[in-house]
C-alpha cells in the first residue's frame, strides 16, 4: 500500500492475481489448461499477417482483413482434419498414428471409447464442412469446365447443437476392423447398416441453397445382424448413380487415393459392384505392379477406380456389395408387406408379424439337419423362386407329420449324389431311411433341378409297380444326364434293400428309358399368378402323394389359385413351428420336474425304492430310460447350431 497506494489491484491482471489465482490453484493445482498463451501467439501471427498485407488499412470492400484471417483459419482447420481423418484410420485399421509430416514416429495410441467416439464424430464434422479433397469436374454443353454439382460445403456449423448432439452420443464406441470380407458362401453378418442420426448431421443444419444435399450418416459396420427385417426396410442408404463400365478401371499408382465408402453419399449400381470385383481379381492374382496397392497386415489389395465416387479396395466394394444386399432385402419386405395386406381365408397376420420382426437368418422349423430360416420362408411370398433347401425342410416336415409311411422322401442333393456313384449315393441317403426300411418302401419322392431354365421336377419311384415317373408344371423333357442319375439310384436302392428292390432292367416294362412317364401334376402358367411357382407346384404334388400314399393321386388345386396356397402353405409352417415350440418346451419343464423331484427326495428312500445300478441299467422303462431321454433333449439342443447345408446353388 505504501509502495503503489489504493491502486494496487485495481486492474484486470490484479484483480485476477489477488482474487482469483489462489482459488484456481486449489482446485486445479496447475494452470497449465487455462493458460492462453496460444491464443496470444495467435493474435501475434495475425497482427504480422495483418501488417504485411498491402490493402491492410484500406476502408470498405478493399479492405483484406476477412480474407486475411479466412486464409489463416482455414490452414489451420484443414491441418486440423488431417490430423482427425489420420487418427480415424488409424483406430479403424489398428495400425500405429503416424501419416506424413505429423512430426512424431509411429506409435500406439491408448485412446479410450471416449476418445474414439470423440475422434469419430470431429472427423465427421470436418468431412461435411470442407467437402470432398479433390473435387470433380465436367464440361458443359458450351465446353465450358464447370464443378460437378453436389460436391461443395453445404452444412451449416451450429454450436449449441453440436453440444447437445455430441454429448447425447459420448458412448458409442467405434470398434476396430470394422470393414470384414466375406470369407465363405455366406454373406459375412458383421457388415451394416446406415445410421441417419449421426453426429454431424445433427449437429448441423443443412442449406437451403443447393437442391443435392449431402447426406451426413455413415454406414455403420457392426449392427445389421441385430436388425429385424422391418428395420432393414427403414434404412436410408445411398442413392444409386450410374457408372458406365469404361469409367471403372484399375487405379494407377499416382492415383492411389482411397476412399471411404462408410462416408458415401452415392453408390454405384449391384452391376458396377460386381464388374468393379471382376476386374480386381485378375489384378490381385497376377499381381500386377503397374496398378495402385494397398499394403495391410493381410497382404496386398488392388485398388479400382469407379468413375467419379473415388477408388475403392475390394473391401471397400464389398460394403458396396453389402448395401446392395440390404437394398435388395428392402424391396422384398416392402413387396411382402403389400402381398400379406391382401384378403384371404388364412390368417396370415403371424405370417406377417414374424416376417418383419424376425431377423434374416432366425430359425422357423427344423427336421434334423436341415433348417429352414425367416429368408427361406420369405421366399414363400409373392411370385418367388423357391430354393430346394425351402422344398426339402417342407417336405421331410409333411413325411415326419404323416408316419408311419411307407412313402420315402430324398433331398434335391440327391441329383448331385446320384451323379457321383452308386456306392456314393448309396451312403448320402442311407439315414433318410431309418424311419422306414428301404425294402418296405412303397413310394420313393425326390425333386430334380433345372439349371436353363431355373425350374424345378419332380422323380416318383413307385416300387410296388416298378415304375419311374417324372412330371414338372411346364410339361419338359427332364435334365440331360437324368436317365444316369435314375440308373445309379436304383443302383443305391437295390443295395440298401438287399436286392428286395430290383435293378433297372425291371423297371418301366424292362424299357427304362426317356421320356418318363408322368403323373398328371396341374400345368403349371407361363405369366402372372402362378408362373414363378414351380417349387410349390412340387411341394404340393409331395403333400398329395404322401396324403395319398400313392404316386398317382388326383390334385385339386391349380397354379391360378397359387396365391392362397401360398399363404396356406405359410400358415401350415407356423403351425409346426408353435407345434416344436410347445414340445421343446414340455419337455424342459418334464425334465426340470424330474430333477427336481429328485433331488428334494430323502437319501434313504431313493436307496429303498431304487433297483441295483447294474439292474437299471438293463431295465427298459427304468430310471436310465428317462436319463437317456434327458439326454437326447440335450442333444437336440446341442443340434440348433449344428450343420445346414450350403446354400451356393438351388439344389
Known amino acids: 500500500m505504501e509502495l503503489f497506494g489504493t491502486s494496487l489491484g485495481t486492474g484486470d491482471y490484479g484483480h485476477l492475481m489477488i482474487e482469483h489465482v489462489p482459488m484456481l490453484f486449489r482446485v486445479h493445482r496447475s494452470l497449465h489448461d487455462l493458460s492462453n498463451q496460444g491464443f496470444e501467439a495467435a493474435h501475434k501471427l495475425q497482427r504480422q499477417l495483418y501488417a504485411r498485407a498491402t490493402s491492410h488499412d484500406s476502408s470498405g470492400n478493399t479492405s483484406s482483413l476477412d480474407q486475411i484471417l479466412a486464409h489463416l483459419f482455414t490452414e489451420k482447420f484443414l491441418d486440423m482434419r488431417l490430423s482427425f481423418r489420420e487418427a480415424y484410420r488409424c483406430i479403424t485399421s489398428g495400425k500405429p498414428f503416424y501419416y506424413r509430416g505429423c512430426g512424431w514416429r509411429p506409435k500406439k495410441m491408448g485412446w479410450t471409447n471416449e476418445d474414439k467416439t470423440w475422434i469419430k464424430s470431429m472427423n465427421n464434422l470436418f468431412n461435411n464442412l470442407f467437402g470432398p479433397d479433390y473435387c470433380q469436374y465436367e464440361y458443359s454443353d458450351t465446353k465450358h469446365c464447370m464443378l460437378v454439382p453436389g460436391q461443395l460445403p453445404i452444412i451449416l456449423y451450429n454450436h449449441d447443437e453440436w453440444e447437445k448432439s455430441h454429448a447425447s452420443v459420448a458412448g458409442e464406441e467405434v470398434k476396430v476392423d470394422e470393414i470384414k470380407e466375406d470369407k465363405e458362401v455366406k454373406v459375412d453378418e458383421s457388415l451394416s447398416v446406415t445410421q441417419s442420426a449421426d453426429v454431424s448431421h445433427r449437429g448441423c443444419k443443412e442449406s437451403t441453397g443447393n437442391v443435392n444435399t449431402v447426406q451426413a450418416s455413415v454406414f455403420d459396420l457392426n449392427i445389421v445382424k441385430n436388425l429385424s427385417r422391418a428395420e432393414i426396410a427403414a434404412i436410408k442408404l445411398p442413392e444409386v448413380v450410374f457408372i458406365a463400365e469404361k469409367d471403372v478401371v484399375l487405379a494407377e499408382m499416382a492415383e492411389l487415393e482411397m476412399s471411404d465408402p462408410t462416408l458415401a453419399t452415392q453408390r454405384p449400381s449391384e452391376a458396377t459392384v460386381q464388374y468393379a470385383l471382376s476386374l480386381l481379381a485378375p489384378a490381385t492374382a497376377t499381381g500386377n505392379i503397374s496398378v495402385a496397392v494397398d499394403s495391410d497386415e493381410e497382404g496386398n489389395e488392388v485398388a479400382v477406380t469407379t468413375g467419379r465416387l473415388g477408388t475403392y ?266 407345434e416344436e415350440q410347445c414340445r421343446r418346451w414340455n419337455i424342459t419343464s418334464s425334465v426340470k420336474t424330474r430333477k427336481s423331484s429328485c433331488a428334494f427326495r430323502p437319501v434313504a428312500s431313493r436307496l429303498r425304492s431304487s433297483p441295483p445300478v447294474q439292474g437299471r441299467q438293463n431295465r427298459k422303462g427304468s430310471v436310465t430310460r428317462r436319463q437317456n431321454g434327458e439326454g437326447s433333449v440335450t442333444r437336440r439342443q446341442d443340434r440348433e447350431g449344428s450343420f445346414r447345408s450350403p446354400r451356393g446353388k438351388k439344389k
Open 313 to 578: 479396395t475390394k473391401k471397400s466394394l464389398q460394403v458396396f456389395k453389402k448395401m446392395c444386399n440390404l437394398s435388395s432385402e428392402a424391396a422384398r419386405v416392402n413387396e411382402e408387406k403389400r402381398w400379406l395386406s391382401q384378403p384371404c381365408v388364412p390368417d396370415v397376420t403371424k405370417v406377417r408379424e414374424l416376417l418383419l420382426n424376425a431377423r434374416p437368418h432366425d430359425e422357423v422349423i427344423r427336421h434334423g439337419q436341415f433348417m429352414m430360416d425367416v429368408s427361406d420362408l420369405s421366399t414363400l411370398a409373392c411370385e418367388r423362386y423357391i430354393s430346394g433347401f425351402s422344398i426339402d425342410v417342407i417336405s421331410l416336415k409333411l413325411v415326419e407329420k404323416s408316419e408311419p409311411t411307407s412313402v420315402i422322401y430324398l433331398p434335391s442333393f440327391c441329383q448331385i449324389w446320384a451323379k457321383q456313384g452308386v456306392e456314393y449315393f448309396k451312403h448320402k441317403v442311407a439315414p433318410f431311411f431309418e424311419s422306414c426300411q428301404a425294402k418296405d418302401a412303397t413310394c420313393i419322392l425326390t425333386p430334380v433341378h433345372f439349371e436353363s431354365p431355373l425350374h424345378w421336377g419332380l422323380l416318383c419311384f413307385d416300387v410296388t409297380t416298378k415304375t419311374v415317373y417324372f412330371d414338372d408344371g411346364l410339361k419338359i423333357q427332364p435334365p440331360s444326364g437324368t436317365l444316369s442319375v435314375v440308373q445309379n439310384m436304383l443302383g443305391g436302392f437295390k443295395a440298401l434293400s438287399h436286392n428286395a428292390i430290383e435293378q433297372e432292367d425291371h423297371w418301366n416294362n424292362s424299357c427304362l428309358r426317356l421320356p418318363l412317364p408322368r403323373i398328371n401334376m396341374p400345368i403349371q402358367t407361363k405369366s402372372g399368378i402362378g408362373a414363378g411357382s414351380c417349387g410349390v407346384g412340387v411341394i404340393l404334388a409331395i403333400r398329395d402323394i404322401v396324403a395319398s400314399r400313392n404316386c398317382l393321386p388326383s390334385f385339386n388345386w391349380t397354379f391360378g389359385n397359387m396365391a392362397h396356397l401360398r399363404k396356406e402353405l405359410m400358415a401350415l409352417i407356423l403351425q409346426w413351428r408353435s
